[in-house]
């Protein structure tokens, strides 16, 4: 079975400081994806990084990059200068071949960025 | 380029009685899902499709429809409606079904009340 875990229903980080949110993942399939989802108070989801299985490289997107550790099949999002607009729900998900290509979810972090 | 609409954004109903909620999508995806978004449990899948004709379910199917008779479109009809159904709604969509590194794309939302 495939699961997606994040362990921090809440985080708090300065004004910016870098943060990092934890993620790991579940799945006998050698073939997926990993990606990183906010939710600000306004409600919409918005992508913001994927990771590949086969990546050999980090996945980078402006402040964001995505900590990609195969063998702890973790995927920790590094947040870097934080700002008060990053205050919001961050979800992390995976989509895999033998999962039908559906879409699984994490029960998501809520990020508190303080002044 | 209006991605993903969903409507309504807001709806109150009584116990018992049925609804659609309405998702067109204008990127010719060929996947579509819903959503049900619960606090503290992330975004669960309800139902599927992989394309035009072809609908599976999901995680928490129960209690809910769909069809897809046009790539655009994909309705989610609540049969009996439950108190238990009360919830956030997503729509989401992506541009392939068979692969694993296409993220989704999201509609804004239906904040679904039953009483």
């Known amino acids: 079975a495939q699961k997606i875990t994040q362990t921090q229903p809440g985080m708090f980080v300065q004004e910016k400081e870098a943060v990092t949110l934890d993620c790991t993942y579940d799945t006998s399939d050698p073939s997926y994806g990993l990606f990183w989802y906010k939710q600000p108070s306004s409600g919409e989801m918005i992508f913001l990084i994927y990771q590949g299985s086969y990546d050999q490289q980090n996945a980078t997107e402006g402040r964001y990059s995505l900590n990609f550790q195969k063998a702890r099949k973790s995927a920790n999002l590094v947040i870097s200068a934080s700002q008060l607009g990053d205050s919001a729900m961050y979800f992390c998900a995976m989509r895999a071949n033998t999962g039908g290509f559906k879409t699984i979810f994490g029960a998501g972090t809520r990020l508190f960025v303080k002044a | 380029n209006a991605g993903v609409t969903q409507t309504p954004k807001f709806q109150v109903l009584k116990t018992g009685q049925s609804m659609t909620l309405q998702c067109a999508q204008d990127?010719?995806?060929?996947?579509m899902s819903w959503y049900r978004q619960d606090p503290g449990m992330g975004l669960r899948l309800i139902h599927y499709?992989?394309?035009?004709?072809?609908?599976d379910q999901g995680e928490v199917p129960n209690g809910y429809n769909v069809s897809r008779s046009t790539t655009e479109d994909f309705p989610l009809r609540l049969l009996s409606a439950a108190p238990s159904q009360t919830s956030v709604y997503f729509c989401?969509?992506?541009?392939?079904?068979?692969?694993?590194?296409?993220?989704?794309?999201f509609g804004n939302g239906t904040r679904l009340t039953v009483t």
């Open positions: 990127m010719n995806h060929e996947y």
């Open positions: 499709s992989v394309g035009a004709g072809i609908t």
């Open positions: 989401a969509s992506s541009y392939r079904q068979s692969s694993y590194n296409s993220p989704l794309h």
